[in-house]
Antibody, heavy 116, light 107 residues
Framework: EVQLVESGGGLVQPGESLRLSCAAS????????MTWVRQAPGKGLEWVANIKQDGSERYYVDSVKGQFTISRDNAKNTLFLQMNSLRAEDTAVYYC?????????WGQGTLVTVSS | DIQMTQSPSSLSASVGDRVTITCRAS??????LNWYQQKPGKGPNLLIF???TLQSGVPPRFSGSGSGTDFTLTISSLQPEDFATYYCQQSYSIPRTFGQGTKLEIK
């Protein structure tokens, strides 16, 4: 059974950093592009970033370029999102998802709250 | 960036109804369009990819159509478990973008 389990969310103050993790199981992680999508409270879905199977290509939405870094450890079947200089508008549930074009498996999400 | 616009934003319907949700792209995206269902507190669930291909395990009462800029998701006969929020998403270019969502409620 494919499983994606996010962790690392929490309450942080503006300007602080956080690193999210997504533990993958039930499939060959190194064969898939992986993606982060976020959802602000009561709002819609926003694609954040994705990463190629070997990490050689990474893409970001403009609003997080230079602020967030996506990475992966294929040996540990884990996807990461390093988030720096967090702002109130980064408050959201962050989902990891499998895929490049369509996303066929999603995690349950981890909540990041940026507030003083 | 490609803008995706869904209509309506909300919809009230009854069990057994046929329902159609529309998604329009700000430029042609060929058939690079996907549909998701999301229930409260859960991650989205892929229903349809490439505009009209039903994801494995999704009931056949769900169908998708369209190409270019205009797309539709149809539920042929609503079931109680279908009341949720639906999103379209373009996979033509990066950044991937989603529609604002359509909340389907029980009448």
């Amino acid at each position: 059974e494919v499983q994606l389990v996010e962790s690392g969310g929490g309450l942080v103050q503006p300007g602080e950093s956080l690193r999210l993790s997504c533990a993958a199981s039930g499939f060959t992680f190194s064969n898939y592009w992986m993606t982060w999508v976020r959802q602000a409270p009561g709002k819609g879905l926003e694609w954040v970033a994705n990463i190629k199977q070997d990490g050689s290509e990474r893409y970001y939405v403009d609003s997080v370029k230079g602020q967030f870094t996506i990475s992966r450890d294929n040996a540990k079947n884990t996807l990461f999102l390093q988030m720096n200089s967090l702002r109130a508008e980064d408050t959201a549930v962050y989902y990891c998802a499998r895929g490049l074009r369509s996303f066929d498996y999603w995690g349950q999400g981890t909540l990041v709250t940026v507030s003083s | 960036d490609i803008q995706m616009t869904q209509s309506p934003s909300s919809l009230s319907a009854s069990v057994g109804d046929r329902v159609t949700i529309t998604c329009r792209a700000s430029q042609s995206i060929s058939s690079h369009l996907n549909w998701y269902q999301q229930k409260p507190g859960k991650g989205p669930n892929l229903l349809i990819f490439a505009a009209s291909t039903l994801q494995s395990g999704v009931p056949p009462r769900f169908s998708g159509s369209g190409s270019g800029t205009d797309f539709t998701l149809t539920i042929s006969s609503l079931q109680p478990e279908d009341f949720a929020t639906y999103y379209c998403q373009q996979s033509y270019s990066i950044p991937r973008t989603f529609g604002q969502g359509t909340k389907l409620e029980i009448k």
